[in-house]
Structure formats: C-alpha cells, structure tokens
C-alpha cells in the first residue's frame, strides 16, 4: 500500500477514535450531570408537595419530563469540557498522543473532528436555550403556581406587568413575598410622568384581606414630571413640584407604601393582568428569541427600561457558545498535565467553570443597574472570546511544539 494512503487510513482511525471516545465520555457525564441537575430542582421544589401528600407521582414525572430540556442547556457545555479533559488527557498519559506525533500527524489534523462535534453541540445548545428550554421551563413553573400560592404569584419575576393604561410594575426577583429590585412607573395620556426605582419591597394585604399594597425600601424617584403630586406621602415630602426631577437628581425615600389599585381583585383573579410589552405573562427569562425581540421593541416604543431584556437576549446567547469554548480550553490543558485521573480532569473543570460563570454571574448582577450607555452586556462575551483565543494559541503552540 502507498505510504500516503497508509497515512490517510492512519489519520481516519485516529479520528474515529477519537471521536468515539469523546462521544461516549459526552453521554455518560451528559446523563450524569442531567440526573444531578434534576435531582437537585426535584427536592429543592417538588418533593416536598409530594411529601405532604400536594401532588401525585404522576406530576412528579412530568415534571422531570419538562426540566430535562432546560437542564441540558446547563449539562452540555459542562459535559462538553469534561469529555475534552479526559479524553485528551488520557490520549496523552498513554503516550498515543506522542506516537502520534512520531508518526507525522500535527495536533491541528487531530482535534478536526473533536471540533466539528463541539460545533454542533453549540448548535444544538442555542437550541435549547433559546427555543426549547424557555418552552419547557413556563411549563413546570405554571405545574408549580398550581401548587403553590402566595400573595407574589400573580407578579411574574423578571416581567413587565401592565395593571392598568396608567400603571406599570417591573421586579426582577421574588422570594416568597419579598420583592427584589423593583421598578415602577406612572403614566399620564401615554406620557411618562413617573418612575421609581427600590431594591426591595413586600407585598402585603390590608386588615379586610381585599387590598393589596407593596412596601418600597430604599427607592428613589428617578422622574417626576413637573406639577405631579405625591401619590404617597413621603416620595415628595407631600408636596407639589414645580420642576421636572430626574435621574440626576433622584428624590430618596427609606420606605414607603405604594397601592397597587388591586381592591377589587383576589389573588386568583390576577392572571388576567395585562403584560406589558406582550401578552404572554412569562418572565423574560422564560422567554425564546423571538419573544425576547418582540417584547424588546414594544418596551423600547413604550419608553420603559430595556436593559432585562438586552441582559436576558446576550446571556442567553453568549451561553449558547460555551461549547466550542470549553473544548478549545480542554484539549491543550489536558495534554499540557498529561493525566489520565477523572479527579484530576473535576478540579481541572471547576477552575475553568468558575472563570467562567463569574463573567455570567457579574453580567447578571451589573447590566440592569448600570448605565445602559456602558454596554456591560459585553460582560456574558468576555469568556468566549477570552477561551477561544487562548485555546487556538495553546493549540497553535502545541503544534508548533513549542512550550
């Protein structure tokens, strides 16, 4: 047989190899981290109702049916870096990767199909995040609202609530009745004539049970329009201005109660509010692409704040791409250590995870409360651009056996 088609059948058992081992390490941690995942969401929110008799086994496996799609956006990419850790990190303590080398073959040939499937995995994880998983997510959130009943379930977290033509409320977190980073605005003929930021605040009912007002804490009104009254006392003092205050020179107040003009209603009616923006009352996390840049459009028309949906549409998205990144990082750190122990590719895992989602969890934190004109989105980008220009390099480096 001629030299160079010994070589080609050389190079594609190589590639087959490789590439069945990473696809069969990518199942196992796949299924492995998906158990996890949902195991931890079954006892953190469900076991207890099946426990105290609430639901019955049956809704217990749907809902694991329905958290599956969203914890496999999470399981991938983790799945992804662990099969490319291990794989290569064996391939090299076996000294395959070496004879390989021997033989001619550049490390840029090997990891071709590794990529590729990376590549795909990418896809498949956008898919999830920004088609299926939202879908499946609203499913089991609305299986748990109908078990569970508290006095902020008819506020959706992360969502734009209409009350009225006149009354729009934003919180982006709820725990139990304890609302997080509220914001609300008061409109008067389609103009905005008020807006309060607080970061936190509690819903709570009046002494007949048919009222409900929240508790703002530490807010301020970022706008008030020239001539407004208070329609609480305190937001301004309880008296009338005569200029336009804005943003810079925001109106502090340490707490205060705001009515949400709900009297006529009890909390099983609510469902019925109009959502601002859309008419679908789902959190903006919960939201696919197509949701997210619809609502977008309406919020940016409507004059309301558009950083939770510019935060939720490029965390989603740059999350998509945590598998092409991960592998690029794996494969050169996996043949730098030259290990083959599963402890050895976890702890090599976590440090790369941990770099990671700091950037995530940072975005998350800073984009709703910066100055939109500082585009702090670029915060959930840093990562990949950061791992793929590093893996290429190292990658590049190992080739050129240099280092």
Request: glycine share 6%; with cysteine.
């Amino acid at each position: 047989m001629p030299r160079a088609a010994s070589g080609f059948f050389s190079m594609k058992t190589l590639h087959l190899y490789l590439l069945r081992q990473c696809l069969a390490t990518l199942a196992l941690t796949v299924v492995v981290f998906t158990f996890v995942l949902i195991a931890g969401n079954l006892l953190k929110e469900i076991l207890g109702l099946l426990v105290a008799g609430h639901v019955s086994i049956w809704l217990v496996v749907e809902s694991l049916l329905l958290l599956i799609p969203w914890v496999m956006a999470f399981a991938l990419p983790i799945s992804m870096l662990m099969s490319g850790l291990m794989v290569f990190g064996r391939f090299s303590a076996d000294q395959e990767y070496t004879a390989a080398r021997s033989a001619g073959i550049s490390l840029t040939s090997l990891v071709v199909p590794v990529i590729a499937l990376a590549v795909l995995m990418t896809g498949v994880c956008a898919w999830f995040n920004l088609q299926i998983s939202p879908q499946a997510r609203v499913a089991y959130k609305r299986i748990l609202d109908e078990q569970m009943v508290n006095l902020a379930s008819f506020i959706p977290e992360g969502r734009y609530v209409d009350f009225s033509e006149d009354f729009v409320l934003y919180v982006s977190r709820i725990r139990g009745d304890n609302l997080h980073n509220i914001r609300f605005y008061q409109f008067e003929k389609g103009k905005k004539i008020l807006d309060v930021f607080a970061k936190s605040g509690q819903l709570t009912r009046n002494e007949s049970g048919n009222s409900i007002r929240l508790l703002l804490r530490e807010a301020r009104v970022l706008t008030l329009m020239s001539g407004l009254e208070s329609f609480t006392d305190g937001i301004t003092n309880g008296q009338k201005k005569t200029d336009t205050q804005n943003a810079d020179t925001p109106a502090p107040f340490q707490e205060e109660w705001l009515p949400l003009l709900l009297e006529e209603y009890e909390t099983e009616d609510i469902p019925a509010v109009k959502m601002a923006g859309g008419e679908d009352s789902v959190s903006i996390s919960d939201m696919t692409l197509p949701q997210m840049l619809a609502g977008l459009k309406a919020t940016r028309a409507q004059g309301l704040d558009t950083r939770p949906y510019v935060k939720e549409i490029h965390h989603q998205m740059a999350f998509s791409f945590a598998c092409i990144s991960f592998i690029l990082v794996a494969i050169p750190l996996s043949l730098k250590t030259q290990r083959r122990e599963t402890n050895i590719s976890l702890g090599l895992a976590l440090i790369v995870l941990l770099v990671y989602y700091s950037f995530f969890i940072l975005g998350d934190a800073l984009v709703e409360t910066s100055d939109p004109a500082l585009n702090l989105w670029i915060l959930f980008w840093i990562p990949n651009f950061l791992f793929q220009f590093l893996g290429l390099y190292a990658i590049r480096k190992a080739n050129l056996g240099i280092g």
